[in-house]
C-alpha cells in the first residue's frame, strides 16, 4: 500500500493518478493538508510535520510504501527561509524515522537541480558535482539526498531520488518555484493573453515534461535494487530551453502571442542553476530516456489546454 504525502501539488496530482491506475485505487493513499472535493480515491488530510499523524495513517492502512512530496519551492521558500528549512526538513525526517520502524519497504525523496549552486560546470552539469545550493529550498534538497543516502546505509532503508528539473505539464499548478514561469506561459496563450516572463529572454534551465517526469519516478522505484548505484539522487534530463526559445514554439502554433520580460528576485535563482543535466547514470543504471523535446511537450500542452477552457481540439 502506498502513501503519497503532497498529492495535490503539481506533480502530487498526476503521480498519484497514474499509481491508482497501476497499482489500483484500493492501493494508494493520497495526503496534503487540505482535502481536494474533486479528488477520487481514498485521501487523508495530513500535516506531515506532525509524526504521529504520519504514523497513525501508516499503521491504519499497512502503509508499505511513502511518495514525500510534500515541500516548499524554491521561490517561496525565499520568502521565509527558516521555516523553509524547517518545514522540508521535518517533514522527510519523520518520513524517514516512520520508514525505519514500522517496516516501510520503499521511499521515494523528490529532489531538484536546485541543489547545484555556482561551482559547476553550467552545461552538462555532472552527477558528481560539488553541491553549493544557493536557496534554502536547494539546501534542504541537498541535504535530504544526503539523509536519504544515510538511512539506506545505516538501517538498509531503501530511499530512492530524482533531481527533478523544472516539471511541466497541463494536468497542475506549480506552487511557488522559479520554473513556474514555463507552464504559466502556456494558459497564458491559450486564453489569448500577453505574458509577461519573471525571467529574462536568455535564461535557459533544465526542464522535463510530465509524462517523462513521471515515468522517470515509476522506472527508478521498479528498478531492481542492485541496479541503484547512486543513493543520494539522481541527475534527470528532460529539454532544456530559455523563454525565448519556448516563445517561439509558441507561436508557432500561436503566431499572435505576445511575451515581455521582466526579471524579479528569481533571476538569481534561476542564474545559479545549470542550463543542462548530464544524466547518463540514470540511463545506464536504469535505462532512462526522455521522449518529450521542446516541441514535441509544447504540442501536447497546447492541445490539452485548448481543450481544457475552449474545448478546441486543434489540430498540429
Ligand atoms: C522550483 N520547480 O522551481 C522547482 C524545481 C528545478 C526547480 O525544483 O523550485
Redesign the pocket.
Known amino acids: 500500500i502506498i502513501l503519497i504525502t503532497g498529492s495535490s501539488g503539481q506533480l502530487g496530482t498526476v503521480l498519484t493518478k497514474k499509481l491508482q491506475k497501476k497499482y489500483g485505487v484500493d492501493n494508494v493513499i493520497a495526503s496534503d493538508l487540505r482535502y481536494d472535493r474533486d479528488f477520487n480515491g481514498q485521501f487523508e488530510v495530513l500535516d506531515v510535520s506532525n509524526f504521529e499523524a504520519i504514523k497513525a495513517i501508516v499503521l491504519k492502512y499497512k502503509i508499505t510504501q511513502i511518495y514525500h512530496l510534500a515541500a516548499i ?3 517561496n521558500g525565499e520568502k521565509a527561509p527558516l521555516n523553509t528549512w524547517d518545514i522540508n526538513m521535518k517533514t522527510f525526517f519523520n518520513v524517514l524515522e516512520v520508514s525505519r520502524l514500522y517496516n516501510i519497504k520503499k521511499v521515494f525523496f523528490p529532489s ?3 541543489v547545484f549552486g555556482n561551482n559547476v560546470e553550467r552545461l552538462n552539469t555532472p552527477q558528481s558535482s560539488n553541491l553549493t545550493p544557493t536557496t534554502v ?1 536547494g539546501i534542504s534538497k541537498a541535504a535530504g539526498e544526503n539523509w536519504g543516502n544515510y538511512y539506506y546505509e545505516k538501517y538498509g532503508l531503501d530511499v530512492r531520488s530524482l533531481r ?4 511541466i505539464g497541463y494536468q497542475s499548478l ?1 506552487g511557488g ?4 514561469y514555463a507552464v504559466d506561459i502556456f494558459h497564458k496563450a491559450v486564453n489569448n493573453q500577453k505574458f509577461e516572463c519573471f525571467l529574462n529572454a536568455s535564461t535557459m534551465l ?1 526542464m522535463i515534461y510530465m509524462d517523462d517526469a513521471i515515468r522517470a519516478t515509476l522506472e527508478l522505484m521498479e528498478a531492481p535494487k542492485e541496479k541503484i548505484t547512486v543513493r543520494t539522487s539522481y541527475n534527470i534530463a528532460g529539454c532544456s530551453f530559455n523563454p525565448k526559445q519556448l516563445a517561439t514554439a509558441i507561436k508557432e502554433i500561436h503566431p499572435n502571442f505576445e511575451i515581455t520580460y521582466k526579471p524579479d528576485f528569481r533571476q538569481d535563482i534561476a542564474n545559479s ?1 545549470p542550463m543542462s543535466i548530464d544524466d547518463s547514470d540514470a540511463k545506464k543504471d536504469w535505462d532512462w530516456q526522455p521522449k518529450f523535446d521542446l516541441k514535441l511537450m509544447t504540442d501536447v500542452m497546447l492541445r490539452n489546454l485548448e481543450l481544457k477552457y475552449n474545448n478546441n481540439p486543434i489540430t498540429i
Open positions: 519551492l524554491s521561490a531538484s537541480i536546485a529550498y527533478y528539473p523544472g516539471v506549480p518555484g522559479t520554473t513556474d533544465p542553476w
